[in-house]
């Protein structure tokens, strides 16, 4: 018998989006059967998942509610990816987490409790790297073993030869970014190119106020802006998987990102690493990446083999093998 997997298709991967359908997939063609399921409306594209909205998903939310799996047909193994986390009665459960912001946030104990009520449970959790395993391992108060490392599936961005913008993605250092665009925008000025920043609605009204020549677009609409990228700048604190410089390096857009554990652990070699403390630093190796032909040549050539390791062929090995072990190893 295959192994049969119930999968929740609302991934809290940002903002690439589209990361579990896109490992839907990639398990059907491995042989698994997957149960779909959405918790959170959105477009699932060719799959049509059962329907789980409104207020039974909102329990889930704290871990509590109708079990999950008596609501699907049985199943060997539960995946969940986003911030609604079911029950399960007699069913494993395999929780990947890549948004490390509400465990390490002091003022969002529902994540943590959440998680916390799943691995009393039973659960298995999945972080992104090694790096970010530190981080769940210390902030969850779990041992090692509960937390298991498998990067999640990166979708393709189109590619298009429309290279006009240099991408700036923002996270958790908007001022940070502020600091460092006046120098980006005098270059895409000399280049004859614009800057875009990818940020939050809060941050895009932080930034408007403060610098001119920067055009902030919605996280939603970054696979669209990246598939135009001259170069992807990505400014993180590292709470969250830099799934934005894995689709730029698919695509051999130059790519820089801030050198945080997480990203120095997926990305460097790949990319240009720059400080996140040091603006003087971070403006000349930004520059150097815009403007020096060579250089630019050199970072783009490897991006797209490390990004292989992210797509949904590889990675849905991966869980395939984290199932399985999960399965052999569930005890209630």
């Not at 961005?157 to 993605?169: G, M």
Request: glycine share 6%; net charge neutral.
């Amino acid at each position: 018998m295959p192994l049969r997997v119930a999968l929740d298709l609302a991934g809290s991967l940002e903002p690439m989006g589209g990361s579990m359908v896109a490992l839907s997939e990639a398990l059907v063609d491995r042989g698994i059967d997957v149960v779909p399921y959405a918790s959170v409306r959105g477009n699932y594209g060719p799959v049509h998942p059962r329907r789980f909205y409104g207020p039974l998903s909102r329990w889930w939310r704290y871990g509590r509610g109708v079990a999950i799996d008596r609501l699907v047909p049985p199943v060997d193994i539960v995946h969940v990816a986003g911030h609604h986390v079911p029950p399960t009665v007699r069913t494993p459960l395999l929780i990947s987490v890549d948004d490390l912001r509400p465990l390490l946030s002091r003022d969002d104990a529902r994540r943590v409790g959440q998680l916390q009520r799943a691995v009393s449970r039973g659960a298995l959790i999945v972080a992104t790297s090694y790096a970010a395993r530190r981080q769940v391992v210390s902030a969850l108060g779990l041992e090692a073993s509960d937390v298991a490392v498998a990067s999640p599936v990166v979708p393709t961005v189109p590619h298009s030869l429309d290279r006009r913008h240099i991408v700036v993605s923002v996270t958790g250092i908007v001022d940070y970014f502020i600091e460092l665009a006046p120098a980006m925008v005098e270059v895409a000025r000399q280049l004859g190119v614009s800057v875009v920043a990818l940020a939050s609605r809060e941050a895009e009204a932080k930034i408007a106020a403060q610098v001119t020549g920067v055009k902030v677009e919605s996280r939603h609409r970054a696979r669209y802006v990246v598939a135009e990228a001259h170069s992807v700048i990505h400014l993180s604190d590292g709470a969250r998987f830099p799934s934005l410089p894995i689709a730029a390096m698919g695509c051999s857009i130059p790519t820089a990102a801030t050198s945080s554990d997480v990203n120095r652990e997926l990305l460097e070699g790949c990319v240009d690493l720059v400080p996140m403390d040091d603006a003087n630093e971070a403006r000349q190796i930004i520059t150097r990446l815009l403007t020096d032909a060579a250089h630019r040549t050199l970072v783009s050539s490897a991006g797209p083999v490390r990004a292989a390791d992210f797509t949904p062929d590889v990675v849905a090995q991966h869980y395939d093998v984290l199932y399985r072990d999960a399965v052999a190893g569930w005890s209630r």
